[in-house]
């Protein structure tokens, strides 16, 4: 009698700060030279929009506060100020180049740049809204809920993301999940659930 486990999807963890901030400058420099993003549904639009008001903001401030420092001490304030607002924008800019993806074989619910879930397609079954709060960035666990994961870059979530059968995730650390439910953060719930309507995965013999 042979005895089958539940489907495996994978877990891509955070990657170093240097490997962050090469995602930030890719993604901003594809976006600065019009390369065409992802297609797929968005996420965390609350940090891209706070993000961006900060960076055009200290964009302001900058040429203000320039203005009454010594002229020695200027260069070096204007290229610290350089950093700061490119890092903002490359942060913005990474989070709107990789949205989710939806395909025939996985479901990528990602974070831009701080982890992402694949789940097989075949195991998806449906989506639902909800108003969850989940400690933490990137993949993890839900706690009080043993059978549920949580993938995103803010804490808030608003989608859950139900399994059947349920898909064996493994959050290194935190160990492995049979996870039943993944929640995400999905700026429209209704496209993410309009995706997964368009793409059926293809059948089994």
């Keep these: 009698m042979t005895v089958v486990g539940p489907p495996t999807g994978g877990v891509t963890f955070r990657p170093s700060r240097a490997g962050i901030v090469r995602i930030w400058a890719r993604s901003l420099t594809a976006t600065v030279l019009r390369r065409p993003s992802a297609p797929g549904p968005r996420h965390s639009a609350g940090t891209r929009q706070v993000v961006l008001v900060l960076a055009v903001t200290e964009i302001v ?26 890092g903002g924008l490359g942060l913005v800019a990474a989070l709107v180049r990789h949205p989710h993806e939806v395909g025939e074989e996985h479901l990528i619910l990602r974070t831009a740049f701080l982890g992402d879930v694949t789940l097989p397609r075949s ?16 993949p993890r666990p839900v706690p009080g809920e043993p059978g549920a994961v949580a993938c995103s870059l803010e804490s808030a979530l608003n989608v859950a993301v139900h399994l059947d059968p349920p898909v064996l995730l493994d959050l290194g650390p935190a160990g492995p999940v049979e996870a039943s439910t993944v929640y995400v953060s999905v700026d429209s719930p209704p496209a993410l659930t309009e995706a997964l309507r368009r793409v059926v995965p293809p059948r089994t013999a």
């Design 123 to 138: 195991a998806v079954r449906s989506t639902s809204p909800v108003v969850r709060t989940v400690p933490g960035r990137g």
């Design 61 to 86: 401030v900058a040429f203000l506060f320039s203005s009454m420092l010594p002229p020695a001490v200027r260069p070096l304030h204007a290229a610290l100020e350089l950093l700061t607002i490119l």
